[in-house]
């Protein structure tokens, strides 16, 4: 999206939403009204009506390229998603890391930043000093944990919000079973659903027998203020949201329940950035962009919407912006 038009006419459509948008094109079908919403749950975590006309056209603008030596239709996963990458990553660079760390207070002065650290397994609290530091969580927690910065950049972190999310995993004695001639897909959607379907975990499996495997169900948490869908969150079981997909999904599959071995239960009060109306070039954005300090902000938040390839970019960005401040390298391969 850094690449894209800086037409007034595009970035216009940042301050409809896309609900409107689509009544002013005469889009009025049912299905199209429904795919479109479905989009804007799907990868923003709320409803069309919450959603910038222009982040939920880029849902589908995005989508429109092709690899090279490719089919249309490719689709390459792991049975472990983005955890496949991380492993490979963490393997061949080998950097040192320390797990259950809480990092709850950045000052960024002009030689260093120090960073209030809270181990959780040690229960013990320690400062660490360095020359940059990259922010690769949420930004809204950023405007929490920064003590002293400047007045503008904490309000634009501020503006950050973030959609509540419900993913379940489901062990099953054996895949779903396939009705009405539709083979399973990798990402499987159930029409007019509170869920976002399901994915299969062993769906380019080659194996030629049907064994175990595992469905990963979503749910956006849409239709109330976010903070307190992040109090339903907390309230509610886990036997109570695995009542809930299990009904969900046994509409479709109504064998569901019986070839069910496990169900696991992940809520997540911070999923994805929500790319209200006005907001993806509505100034918090950019003032963000801005930060010239020794904090370097590198999340898909920084683009607005939750991409990977958004991820990757800002990721990029963000190193290369401190290999040219240590002398080390400059220039970009973006």
């Known amino acids: 999206m850094a690449l894209s038009s800086r037409d007034p006419r595009f970035l216009a459509?940042?301050?409809?939403?896309?609900?409107?948008?689509?009544a002013g094109e005469g889009y009025a079908a049912e299905a199209v009204h429904w795919l479109a919403n479905y989009a804007c749950r799907d990868d923003f975590g709320c409803d069309y009506r919450e959603v910038s006309a222009w982040a939920g056209i880029h849902y589908?603008?995005?989508?429109?390229?092709?690899?090279?030596?490719?089919?249309?239709?490719?689709?390459?996963?792991w049975p472990e998603g983005n955890g496949w990458i991380v492993r490979g990553l963490l393997a061949r660079v080998a950097p040192p890391l320390t797990a259950g760390a809480l990092v709850h207070r950045v000052v960024e002065g002009g030689r260093e930043v120090a960073l209030g650290v809270h181990l959780a397994r040690e229960r013990r609290a320690l400062e660490i000093r360095a020359e940059h530091v990259v922010w690769a969580a949420q930004l809204r927690f950023a405007a929490r944990a920064l003590a002293g910065a400047d007045a503008g950049l904490v309000a634009a972190l501020a503006e950050f919000d973030h959609a509540p999310w419900v993913v379940a995993n489901l062990t099953l004695a054996e895949p779903p079973w396939e009705r009405h001639g539709a083979p399973l897909a990798w990402d499987n959607v159930l029409y007019e659903s509170p869920g976002l379907g399901y994915v299969v975990a062993t769906h380019q499996d080659l194996a030629s027998r049907r064994g175990p495997t595992v469905i990963t169900y979503y749910e956006p948490l849409t239709g109330t203020p976010t903070a307190a869908a992040r109090e339903r969150l907390l309230a509610t079981s886990r036997e109570a949201w695995a009542a809930r997909v299990l009904a969900d999904l046994g509409r479709p599959h109504p064998e569901l329940a019986r070839i069910t071995e496990r169900v696991d239960v992940f809520t997540n009060g911070h999923a994805m950035v929500r790319p209200r109306p006005g907001f993806v070039w509505g100034g918090a954005r950019e003032r963000v962009l801005r930060h010239a300090g020794r904090v370097h902000f590198a999340h898909s938040d920084v683009s607005g919407f939750s991409l990977f390839e958004e991820a990757q970019y800002r990721g990029v960005?963000?190193?290369?912006?401190?290999?040219?401040?240590?002398?080390?390298?400059?220039?970009?391969?973006l």
Request: glycine share 2%; proline share 2%; charged share 35%.
């Open 13 to 22: 459509l940042d301050r409809l939403s896309m609900r409107d948008w689509l």
């Open 60 to 77: 589908f603008a995005c989508r429109d390229a092709q690899a090279r030596e490719a089919d249309p239709d490719a689709v390459l996963t």
């Open 317 to 333: 960005a963000a190193a290369e912006r401190v290999l040219a401040r240590l002398a080390i390298r400059d220039g970009t391969v």
